[in-house]
């Protein structure tokens, strides 16, 4: 089936430097993957969906300039974490599909990330 | 846009029992919705999923109803187990100018007593 494979799984960073994540598709191509973003004991928000070639689109309340995106292949995707503070201590998770919208979302393993 | 519903939060069951979550979506042209299972730190799993011109779906223990023009779905699993312990979300989603967005359901704790 259908792997996405994401690293770290988890890291520990100082607070000011920046952490990059990666999510691959590694049997498939994903034109589109998505960052998620969750909470202990809450569901998963996404962040924003990244586009192969073009600009992520960002949710609403998500800095663009602080989660920098880059989808550089269609089985490649990259979330930055620039500055990063304790605040954005969290379990980020990263999917894609395989096919079209009403196929299955694959997920990542996650990375947890903390910022001390 | 899409605004999806879960309850219950937390369900306690014993070995053997069913349970039964149920979601709400808000936009009727939504047509696609997973079940996805979490355990603890990992990756959510696809468990089940379902499409809109389709009424109900079983795999073994596990089934999903949909109801279009109540906008609600539902998941049962019957004969449960301890290892089906885990926070469980639905999802709805269509196709829009973004291409797939998915919205997810709050989630479910479940808690399967031996």
């Known amino acids: 089936g259908a792997v996405v494979s994401q690293h770290p799984s988890r890291v520990i960073c100082k607070s000011g430097t920046s952490v990059k994540i990666e999510c691959r598709s590694l049997d498939f191509q994903a034109t589109t993957m998505f960052w998620y973003r969750q909470f202990p004991k809450q569901s998963l928000m996404l962040m924003a969906t990244?586009?192969?070639?073009?600009?992520?689109?960002?949710e609403q309340g998500v800095e663009k300039d602080k989660f920098l995106i880059n989808h550089a292949s269609l089985t490649l995707s990259t979330l930055t974490v620039t500055s990063a503070h304790p605040e954005d201590s969290s379990f980020y998770i990263c999917?894609?599909?395989?096919?079209?919208?009403?196929?299955?979302?694959?997920f990542g393993n996650g990375t947890r990330l903390t910022v001390t | 846009g899409e605004n999806v519903e879960q309850h219950p939060s937390t369900l306690s069951v014993q070995e053997g029992d069913s349970a039964v979550i149920k979601c709400t979506y808000s936009d009727s042209a939504s047509n696609y919705f997973p079940w996805y299972k979490q355990e603890l730190g990992k990756r959510p799993q696809l468990i089940i999923d379902?499409?809109?011109?389709?009424g109900e779906k079983k795999d073994q223990r596990i089934a999903v109803t949909l109801n279009k023009t109540a906008k609600h779905f539902s998941l049962h699993i019957t004969e449960t187990q301890p290892e089906d312990s885990a926070v469980y979300f639905c999802a709805a989603s269509k196709q829009n100018n973004a291409g797939n967005m998915l919205t997810f359901g709050g989630g479910t704790r479940l808690m399967v007593k031996p």
């Open positions: 990244s586009n192969e070639g073009s600009k992520a689109t960002y």
């Open positions: 999917s894609a599909r395989a096919g079209s919208y009403n196929s299955p979302l694959h």
């Open positions: 379902i499409r809109s011109n389709v």
